[in-house]
């Protein structure tokens, strides 16, 4: 049997003729692939609009459809979903092949750019927490059962959360409202409803600037989920790639003045220590993030196999993976944590990063006290699960309050624990450790320690100008009389 063509490129449009109506007496007539299509009008004046319409579709070259008889532009206009449901398509879409962390990203990048991508409204607009957050936690979060389990349709595909289980009424109003509201798909090749929508990106909830890996995340997922409209032949091109705009230019380097020194650490450390049984069980989690500066979600994983701890001298941990907190809603297991590799590195890559004397002590006593969970980890919550970081914040606070000032104690200084990671980097530098070395021992690329600790190592260049000088073998007073 042979195929319809349902494309093609034989299109002859008539002239306008007249016929014997009332209601529609001018008729255009057109033919697409052979098959005749005709279209009514009160006035010539519309009917020749139209004609025209559709002889400049002719003239840029473009494809007709022979069962509407419409340009394929005016089709895939007619029929673009809403933002919104091809919003959910993609994050349901890519759900099954990426991390938890992945997923939770998306999520909340969506979250952040639909609000704004909605017609006007004379009617109540639903709190923007309260909206976030039914886009965030059901529109763009896939569903499970009772059991943990994905729940999916007959197609085998993960569905909505909205879907699965009825909402609460605030919630049900804030989906019911933006999906009535929501501009199509098609309404993105606009400029300006880009712009509205990358400003959208570029602001935190409170209107103040996001960080600007926050707003490069976040824009590569709206990147994403247009390619992916592209795919679908909802649009016949990114649009985003026409845009030239920049985020707002924000200061992502890290405010050394609220980095505690040295002794300011220690005296945290000791706070800690010195609140009973949960403080002595995180003083080693602490101290890690200190004295190795590594993240709290390779302190979660740090396992007594990947620990060196001599009796004297320097030890080492070798990092291999890192256990991030993420929400129930967002794993495979529905845990609240995933296990993963290193930040930004393969799966199976590993970090070596020397530890002082001090740090091996900690370890060492700490294992000698606690043991280990039955997997090798270090550190471990009541029921053998990931350290909460709500209850290392809590413990924090309290040494907080006791080793500051009232002063400092109600300052940003040390605000949250992630203060010992930028404390300890801090230290490296000032130390005079090659900054290739600091990036590798933290886990960064040397871009990214320049970035966020410009200053410090700004401030060392009088230090390396004099290694220079001995080297040289030249001092000052003599370079100068020559």
């Known amino acids: 049997m042979e195929e319809t063509t349902l494309h093609t490129y034989e299109v002859r449009i008539w ?3 007249k016929r014997n109506s009332k209601s529609a007496p001018f008729q255009l007539r057109w033919l697409v692939g052979g098959v005749e299509q005709q279209q009514p009008f009160m006035s010539r004046t519309q009917a020749d609009g139209r004609r025209s ?8 070259g473009e494809q007709f459809d022979t069962e509407t008889g419409l340009p394929l532009s005016e089709l895939r206009e007619l029929k673009s979903p809403t933002w919104y449901d091809h919003a959910c398509s993609y994050a349901l879409m890519k759900w099954p092949h990426i991390a938890a962390k992945h997923r939770a990203n998306i999520a909340e990048s969506l979250a952040t750019v639909t609000p704004v991508l909605v017609s006007p409204s004379k009617g109540t607009r ?11 936690s059901w529109a763009f979060q896939a569903a499970r059962n009772g059991e943990g389990e994905l729940i ?17 009424a605030e919630i049900s109003a804030a989906l019911a409202w933006v999906a009535k509201h929501s501009l199509k798909v098609a309404d993105l090749n606009d400029s300006d409803t880009l712009r509205r929508a990358l400003t959208a990106l570029s602001l935190k909830l ?8 926050t707003v490069r995340r976040k824009r590569t997922a709206f990147n994403n989920a247009l390619r992916y409209a592209v795919e679908r032949d909802l649009l016949t091109g990114n649009p985003l790639s026409r845009i030239d705009w920049e985020p707002p230019a924000t200061d992502d380097e890290v405010d050394f003045r609220y980095v505690p020194n040295p002794a300011q650490t220690r005296a ?9 049984k949960r403080g002595e069980h995180l003083y080693g989690f602490f101290g890690c993030m200190y004295y190795a500066a590594m993240r709290p979600s390779e302190v979660a994983q740090l396992s007594k196999r990947d620990c060196k701890l001599p009796a004297t001298g320097w030890g080492e941990l070798v990092l291999n993976r890192s256990r991030p907190e993420v929400g129930a809603g967002w794993t495979d297991d529905g845990k609240s944590y995933e296990l993963r590799g290193l930040k930004r590195r393969a799966r199976k890559t590993t970090r070596p990063v020397p530890i002082p004397p001090v740090l091996v002590v900690m370890l060492r006593r700490h294992v000698e006290t606690y043991g280990t969970a039955p ?8 029921r053998g699960g990931r350290v909460r970081s709500t209850e290392y914040a809590e413990v924090w606070q309290k040494a907080r309050e006791k080793a500051l000032s009232a002063e400092d104690a109600a300052s940003p200084l040390a605000e949250v624990p992630y203060s010992l990671r930028h404390a300890g980097v801090s230290l490296w530098i000032k130390a005079g450790v090659d900054p290739v070395e600091v990036a590798r021992r933290a886990g960064h690329s040397i871009a990214v320690l320049w970035k966020f600790y410009a200053k410090i190592l700004r401030g060392q260049e009088h230090r390396a100008n004099q290694l220079i000088d001995d080297a040289l073998g030249v001092s000052e007073e003599a370079a100068t009389t020559e």
């Open 15 to 17: 002239g306008i003729r």
């Open 53 to 60: 319409e559709l002889m400049a579709a002719v003239r840029s």
């Open 126 to 136: 639903p709190d923007p927490k309260a909206l976030r957050h039914a886009l965030h």
């Open 152 to 168: 999916r349709n007959d197609q085998g595909e993960p569905i909505a959360r909205k879907d699965a289980t009825e909402p609460p």
């Open 206 to 213: 409170d209107g103040k600037k996001a960080a600007e890996n």
């Open 268 to 276: 945290l450390l000791g706070s800690v220590r010195d609140q009973g």
């Open 375 to 382: 997997d090798g980890r270090l550190f471990v919550a009541t």
